[in-house]
Structures are given as C-alpha cells and as structure tokens.
C-alpha cells in the first residue's frame, strides 16, 4: 500500500465525519455504502491491471533536457547525410506517427532501404534496435542509417567536419559535454539523438486510461478486441508496455510465409544475417503495437497494406487459425486504441 493511497485513505476518513454531520440519518448508510463500493473499485481497477498481459507507458524519468533539446536538432538535421538531403525525420516522421507511411523507405541518390522502416515512437523500450535486433542501444543504432549507403550515406568524420562549422551546435555541444576537449564527436552525437529518442513516449493512450481503471476510455467493440487478443493467443508476441519489441519471434511459426514470395530478399532474412544461424532464419524482432494505427503499411517487408490485412497474415501464418471477421475488425479496433499523446506528435501534426 503506497504514502499516497494512506493519505487518500486518510483524507476520504476526514470526508466521510463531515458528510455524516452534514446528511439525514436515512442517507448516512447510503453515502457511506457507497464510499466504499467506490474504494473497492479503485483498488480492484490497479490490481487488475497488475496481472495484464499489457501494461500502461509512464512518461520517462531522468531525461537530460539539454541533450533532448540538441538530439532533436541533430535528429532533423539533413548534414548528418553525405549530401545534405535527408535527415534521420525523413524516415521517420513524427508527423507520421515516427515511420513514413512507405514500404521501404528511400535515401540518398533514390536508395531503397531493405526493410520497413520501424516507428522511432516508444523506441527507447525495446529490447534491441532494428527488425534483426543487431543493435543493443538506441545509440548503436545511429549508426547504422547514417553509414548506410543506400540510407544516409555518410563518414562519421564527414559528420563531425559539418557541425564544427556551425557556431551554434559548437557552443551547444560544449556546453553538455564541457569535460572532453572533443565536445563535437560521433559519441556524443549518437548520445544526442538517443537520449532525444528515449524521450519519445506516447503515453495516455485510450487503453493505457482503460487499464488505469477508466472502463469509459475505450469502447465494447475495443474492449472485445482486447479479450480477443489475449484469447487468441496475440498477447504471447505483443506484450509488455509496449505491446511488443521485447522478444524475437520467426515469421511463419504454423505456417511459411515466404514460400509464396517470389524472391527472398536479404531483408526477408532477419536474424540471420546476424547470426548465421538457421534457427534464426526469418526470425525478427517482434515490433510494438503502440503506433501501428498510425504507421502502414506493416510486416519487415511493408507488404501489408492495411492493419486488417496484417492481422489476416498474423492468423494464418503465426496462428494457423480462422477467426470470423467480426474478431479481427474487434483486434483492429483494440490496436487503434493504443496510440497514445506526445508533444513532438501534435505539434507536427498540425
């Protein structure tokens, strides 16, 4: 029992000894009956909560402000790519729900990326970075689309040379990291833009006030779906605060998916190319649910045009079951629930 529900408790004693003096005997067993119907309520609602598969986001803690403020800016600064065309937002925009809404997205001199670009929303809680999972930290993973040839296409000298030039993110950088006499380098830039990145969280979405005990935030169609996803087995991928993105899982468990491809990319691979085991063939990090309303089209590949067009796939290939549409729109329906506020997110959105 948490300091604050024992002042609550305290308080609600003190309110109870005015409401008595103040109402009829005929109405101080009512009032009183019903205090503490509500109490239970409350306290049924957190421990409900407590033994779902799904848990609420909490705002992150402990965030550098000067260094979100600086990672913002390096986060839409086109320098970081060879020749000043695109930016880190150009795959992933915050307007868009963090992703580009593309199957594949597009860099420098028209280079097509080998996979789905991933929503950069929430992305500080997953467990690895990228669909194969071959970064641990979000700052491992500014890496690999500023080097990547086909993305960003940049040295990490040719980075750093750009920046130095400008007076302001010189006196920014000095300012932070005021104990290496390297202020601007490609350590504290990948710092930046993480620590940017981990303060993108989407919290009080419609379902995270449902679990919090609001039954009102979400509606019986989305209250349904949610039963459906936890009974038919979707849960046991997307679970967790971020309903996913803490797991590896391979695509086509009861049946394959890509047998009806015409060819397997390197991108259809997945944890393979990182490990070189065959175990891990086609086995990908399972992605968060948490932005998909706002992020078509889906799968690693972008081949799922519509959120109900992916979860016909999860049926049959990760499932091998039926389902009658009026589940799957109901699980369509929950997953729209899960989109949550960020600034970042409505100020772009204007």
């Not at 130095?164 to 006499?181: L, P």
């Not at 390297?182 to 009080?204: C, G, M, P, W, Y």
Request: glycine fraction near 8%.
């Amino acid at each position: 029992m948490t300091l604050a529900f024992l002042l609550s408790s305290t308080h609600s004693r003190q309110k109870r000894k005015s409401i008595q003096h103040a109402l009829p005997n005929s109405l101080r067993k009512y009032t009183l009956h019903s205090l503490f119907i509500s109490s239970l309520f409350i306290v049924a609602s957190s421990l409900y909560a407590d033994y779902e598969p799904l848990k609420p986001l909490e705002a992150p803690k402990n965030l550098n402000m000067l260094k979100v403020k600086l990672g913002e800016r390096l986060f839409h600064d086109v320098r970081l790519s060879k020749d000043d065309s695109i930016a880190c937002a150009g795959c992933h925009n915050l307007a868009l729900g963090g992703a580009d809404n593309k199957a594949l997205s597009v860099g420098i001199n028209g280079g097509v990326g080998g996979v789905n670009s991933p929503t950069v929303y929430n992305s500080g809680l997953l467990f690895r970075q990228f669909w194969d999972g071959r970064a641990e930290t979000l700052e491992d993973q500014v890496d690999g689309p500023v080097q990547e040839k086909v993305e960003m296409g940049s040295l990490w000298s040719e980075v750093v040379s750009k920046l130095y030039k400008d007076k302001t993110y010189s006196d920014e950088f000095k300012a932070i990291y005021k104990e290496d006499d390297n202020a601007i380098s490609r350590q504290h830039i990948k710092d930046a833009i993480a620590e940017f990145e981990r303060s993108l969280v989407t919290v009080n979405s419609p379902f995270d006030q449902y679990l919090k005990g609001n039954i009102d935030a979400i509606d019986e169609q989305a209250k349904e779906g949610y039963r459906l996803f936890k009974r038919y087995g979707c849960a046991s991928c997307h679970q967790g605060a971020n309903v996913g993105g803490n797991m590896y899982q391979v695509f086509g468990v009861i049946t394959s998916y890509f047998e009806k491809q015409d060819e397997i990319t390197v991108g259809d691979k997945g944890r393979f190319n990182v490990t070189g085991k065959l175990a891990d063939m086609h086995r990908f990090k399972v992605p968060s649910l948490r932005m998909a309303a706002l992020t078509p089209p889906y799968l690693h590949n972008g081949k799922a045009e519509t959120l109900r067009d992916a979860v016909d796939i999860m049926f049959e290939h990760q499932l091998g079951r039926k389902a009658p549409d009026e589940d799957k729109e109901a699980i369509v329906h929950f997953i729209k629930t899960l989109v949550g506020e960020h600034p970042a997110l409505k100020q772009e959105g204007k």
